[in-house]
């Protein structure tokens, strides 16, 4: 289905009279927060969090949104064409009843391009009312890379650039203990405040700043390790758009898709919620001494079933999470894998973990979102790592056999992996015989297609034993887990073999 009409662009002058004096008197609170990252999900999230709490006057202050990489100057021209206005489409299941809400978040107030406006985005670390910086870069981005700092130049990587801003900061405030920020990286990273801080404290002695910045960002400012759950799946489908906009009267280029659950851990004393006020405003957030069973309980339950799910279901030819959860055979695969693997591999009460994964496979057949396949299978290698070979080893150490489920997953993913390199990139395909284009880090796609090409079709447990025995790629040599190698090999024979059928 395509646009019938030219429907007005979502701006400031485009929303009604109502929405507009609301989004007006939002917009002229001060910039108290600083955002990296012009992705989805934070607008799914965090930023309908903070606007929630600024209509219920608990937080006075808007976001300014800037890009982490060059690449994302186009979606923050579309935020400024829009006013920094959004709508929040949020669709599901709750308690038995569905529900459905739609928002136009006006949180967002100002854009800065970092490359194209180096010192506007300095200017602001000297605002006395900047408070916190929040960021989305994906694992990707919150990584460390030696660099060097000319003064004028904007620096390209993400720590990078935060370490130059607290400097200014510092500077502009003598070092004073009032100007430390709150700082909440949400990456999907084990611990994700503390690995800001180490870069931006190992950036800041290759940019010669001094010890005295560095004991101000140790003792004045919190990076906050904090563990984010939504399932924003961004924008809509071509046609689900040209069907909302219709509905709404208005083109929305930053329409979000997300479900109603949402939870918010955050390391950190409940009194911070005075200075970032969320418990207050009603929302799901947990003020914690430790992350740890959050993390692990997303992590490996809903993180894991949808990693472990992944390659198998698209290998079979399905399109998004809730049709696989909804086919007999797979569905009972995914919830088969949670209850008798990979909960039993955690150290969690019992109960507490059961009605999560209830919960988890409610979120997962949520009929009004769409979570494609090949959006999670996005970097499943190091997904795998993180997310399914910890349950797979401490399965073994507890069980002494191989978790059976994982294992398929397992072969799935190295049999999704068997690409050729091509000029649209490295390209699979189903047991049905469609194109799948991989996405993940150039040299792990490399070497496996090296590996698979050595297959001759008699030679599996050769191939497998090699790719096993990859450290660069496992971080460890799979080779020494007792019967892996067999296992995988007899699977993709298995499939092999009826694929040739
Ligand atoms: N979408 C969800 O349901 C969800 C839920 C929880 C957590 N997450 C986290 O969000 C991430 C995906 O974000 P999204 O859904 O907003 O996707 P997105 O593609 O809309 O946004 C990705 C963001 O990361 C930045 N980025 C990507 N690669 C980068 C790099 N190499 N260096 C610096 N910045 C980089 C982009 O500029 C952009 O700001 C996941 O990796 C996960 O950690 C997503
Ligand atoms: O976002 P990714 O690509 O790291 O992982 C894919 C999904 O597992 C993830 O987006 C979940 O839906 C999300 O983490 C739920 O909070």
Redesign the pocket.
């Known amino acids: 289905m395509t646009v019938k009409k030219d429907y007005p662009r979502l701006s400031l002058q485009n929303s009604n009279s109502h929405l507009h004096s609301v989004h007006s008197e939002i917009k002229q609170l001060p910039v108290k927060v600083l955002q990296i990252g012009e992705g989805n ?1 934070l607008r799914g999230f965090a930023d309908w969090m903070i606007y929630e709490s600024a209509v219920k006057g608990a937080f006075k202050g808007t976001v300014a949104v800037t890009q982490p990489r060059r690449k994302g100057r186009e979606k923050l021209l579309t935020i400024r064409e829009q006013d920094g206005l959004y709508t929040l489409l949020t669709r599901g299941i709750v308690n038995g009843t569905a529900v459905e809400k739609a928002s136009i978040i006006p949180i967002l107030s100002r854009t800065i391009d970092p490359y194209e406006e180096w010192q506007d985005f300095l200017q602001l670390a000297v605002s006395p009312e900047l408070d916190i910086i929040i960021s989305n870069t ?2 990707a981005g919150l990584t460390y890379l030696e660099t060097r700092y000319e003064e004028g130049v904007p620096i390209d990587s993400f720590p990078g650039k935060l370490t130059v801003f607290l400097h200014e900061r510092y500077t502009h405030y003598s070092g004073s203990k009032e100007s430390g920020l709150l700082i909440l990286p949400c990456e ?1 990273v084990d611990r994700n405040g503390d690995v800001l801080k180490k870069y931006v404290l190992q950036h800041s002695i290759d940019f010669g700043f001094s010890d005295s910045f560095r004991d101000w960002v140790q003792q004045d400012n919190r990076f906050l390790n904090n563990l ?5 799946t961004g924008a809509p489908s071509e046609e689900e758009a040209a069907v909302l906009t219709e509905r709404f009267g208005y083109e929305d280029k930053l329409m979000t898709l997300a479900e109603p659950y949402h939870l918010w851990a955050i390391e950190g004393e409940p009194e911070l919620d005075d200075r970032f006020p969320l418990v207050q405003a009603g929302l799901n957030i947990h003020w914690t001494t430790d992350l740890k069973p959050f993390q692990l309980r ?1 992590v490996r339950l ?2 894991g079933s ?2 472990l799910m992944t390659p198998i279901a698209i290998l079979k030819g399905q399109t998004f999470v809730r049709e696989t959860m909804e086919d007999s055979e797979l569905g009972a695969f995914v919830r088969e894998a949670a209850e008798k693997e990979i909960i039993p591999a955690l150290d969690l009460p019992e109960e507490e973990m059961q009605s999560y994964i209830k919960e988890v496979w409610d979120r997962f057949l949520n009929p009004y979102i769409n ?1 494609k396949l090949t ?2 299978m ?2 499943s290698i190091s ?1 795998f790592k993180v997310r399914l070979l910890p349950t797979m080893l401490e399965s073994i150490n507890r069980n002494g056999v191989l978790p059976e489920r994982i294992v398929t997953s397992f072969s799935a993913l190295l049999r999704l992996y068997r690409a050729e390199q091509t000029e649209s990139g490295y390209v699979s395909s189903t047991f049905g015989g469609e194109k799948v284009i991989l996405r993940d880090e150039e040299r792990l796609l490399a070497s496996l297609a090296q590996y698979w090409s050595k297959y001759s079709g008699a030679n599996m447990n050769e191939v497998v034993a090699e790719i096993l025995a990859d450290e660069h790629i496992w971080g460890q040599n799979l080779n020494l887990i007792s019967g892996l190698r067999d296992q995988v090999a007899e699977n993709l024979n298995k499939w092999e073999k009826e694929e040739r059928a």
């Open positions: 999900f994906t694992e999907l984010v759950d939504r399932i924003v997303k809903l993180n949808h990693t979570h959006d999670i996005l970097g997904k």
